[in-house]
């Protein structure tokens, strides 16, 4: 894998594209070519709630799918408090922690960029934060056809859990 502060793309999305997600730091996003009229976003995640996230991920559903196994090697037989703090040097290994610091200030450094919190976009009560960003990328959907997605796409109708339950197999 390349780390988060190592990622650069070499060439310009086609116009009215989506690019989604590249997981970069913002060096590497201001690298990208871009058109003369685009919008983009970030979205950044508070660093303990992804850490916490990505700690019982490793544990248990990545695990199951052979993502890292030596991650979950490193952890697994610890208790909580260490884990974590394994899982923080892994984190930090990749340049997760990097890439968010450089993210922050995304809106300063390009004025096509919002910046866009995780937490706001996946809490139950997301259309106001989703209703902001979809007039800020000029995306012409009506407000009830953006509820009606926003319910089919929800976090517990996806996984069948409520966020914040862990995922155990």
């Not at 991650?71 to 997760?96: N, V, Y």
């Not at 997301?126 to 796409?153: C, G, H, S, Y």
Request: proline share 5%; net charge positive.
């Amino acid at each position: 894998y390349r780390k988060f502060t190592e990622r650069h793309e070499r060439d310009a999305a086609p116009l009215k594209s989506i690019v989604s997600p590249t997981y970069m730091d913002m060096k590497s996003y201001m690298s990208i070519p871009k058109p003369a009229n685009y919008r983009s976003f970030a979205v950044i995640r508070d660093p303990r709630d992804l850490l916490v996230s990505f700690y019982w991920s490793v544990l248990y559903s990545h695990a199951q799918v052979g993502l890292h196994p030596e991650w979950r090697a490193s952890i697994e037989d610890l208790e909580l408090k260490d884990g974590l703090i394994k899982t923080i040097d892994i984190m930090q290994g990749f340049g997760i922690f990097d890439a968010l610091r450089s993210l922050k200030d995304c809106q300063s450094l390009d004025s096509n960029c919002r910046l866009v919190r995780f937490r706001d976009v996946v809490a139950s009560d997301n259309f106001k934060a989703m209703r902001e960003l979809m007039d800020w990328l000029q995306v012409p959907i009506p407000d009830r056809m953006l509820q009606m997605a926003l319910t089919n796409l929800s976090f517990k109708r996806i996984s069948g859990r409520d966020p914040g339950v862990e995922n155990k197999f």
